[in-house]
């Protein structure tokens, strides 16, 4: 079957840097997205790897190696409003979204 | 704003009643999807339309039925529902039916079934 692991949650510190793990088996592999999901809200784009290797977008970065069958999104200078879920999708073979359940991240003070 | 709306926001609904879900799109995309996103668990695709004609249907039980009368529009209909099916029902469009393009998700109508 398809897999896509990921922490369920995570607490972290204003200020400070966070990453968040993705573990994927999947039949075929096409992409990888990272959504951002505030409470009640759409989930948002991030970013979206296809290549291996770190892809850096301000404060949030993106890491895809596809020999692991892993990714993670580091996330520095943490704010209040980082607070958020945030899900890993694996596009597959069939050019499928094989979703996470998603990395609940809580910032504190 | 993510150019993707839905209505309601929040519905609150027996399990008797015939309601509704509606989402539009403004930004000229072709492919639309419904989604089910329940807690601590990974979005369940339902269905998917490209170009106004279903693609896929995700073994969704037939009390939901889905309508696309446009490239713009997307319906769930929603009849004789179960306390199970509560939920965040969420829309969202992309420019082509290609899993590698990024999808645009709309803010999500929370359901509860009495």
């Known amino acids: 079957g398809q897999n896509i692991d990921q922490p369920t949650e995570m607490t972290a510190t204003e200020g400070a840097i966070v990453q968040i793990n993705c573990t994927y088996q999947?039949?075929?592999?096409?992409?990888l997205f990272w959504y951002q999901q505030h409470a009640g809200e759409a989930p948002t784009f991030l970013s979206y790897?296809?290549l291996d290797g770190l892809e850096e977008k301000g404060r949030f970065s993106s890491f895809l190696s596809r020999s692991k069958g892993y990714s993670y999104l580091l996330l520095k200078e943490l704010q209040m409003k980082d607070s958020a879920s945030y899900l890993c999708?694996?596009?597959?073979?069939?050019?499928?979204?094989?979703w996470g359940a998603g990395t609940k991240l809580i910032i504190k003070p | 704003e993510t150019g993707v709306t839905q209505t309601p926001r929040h519905l609150v609904m027996g399990m008797t009643n015939k309601k509704s879900l509606k989402c539009e799109q403004h930004?000229?995309?072709?492919?639309m999807y419904w989604y089910k996103q329940s807690a601590k668990k990974p979005l369940e695709l339902m269905f998917v339309?490209?170009?106004?004609?279903?693609?896929e249907n995700n073994s969704v039980p037939s009390r939901f039925s889905p309508e696309c009368p446009n490239s713009s529009h997307l319906f769930l209909h929603l009849h004789t529902l179960q306390p199970e099916d509560s939920a965040l029902y969420l829309c969202?469009?992309?420019?082509?039916?290609?899993?590698?393009?990024?999808?645009?998700f709309g803010p999500g109508t929370r359901l509860t079934v009495l």
């Open positions: 969202a469009s992309s420019q082509a039916l290609d899993g590698t393009d990024t999808q645009y």
């Open positions: 930004l000229g995309h072709n492919a």
């Open positions: 339309y490209s170009l106004e004609e279903r693609v």
């Open positions: 999947t039949s075929g592999f096409n992409g």
């Open positions: 790897n296809v």
């Open positions: 999708a694996v596009v597959d073979s069939n050019y499928q979204l094989i």
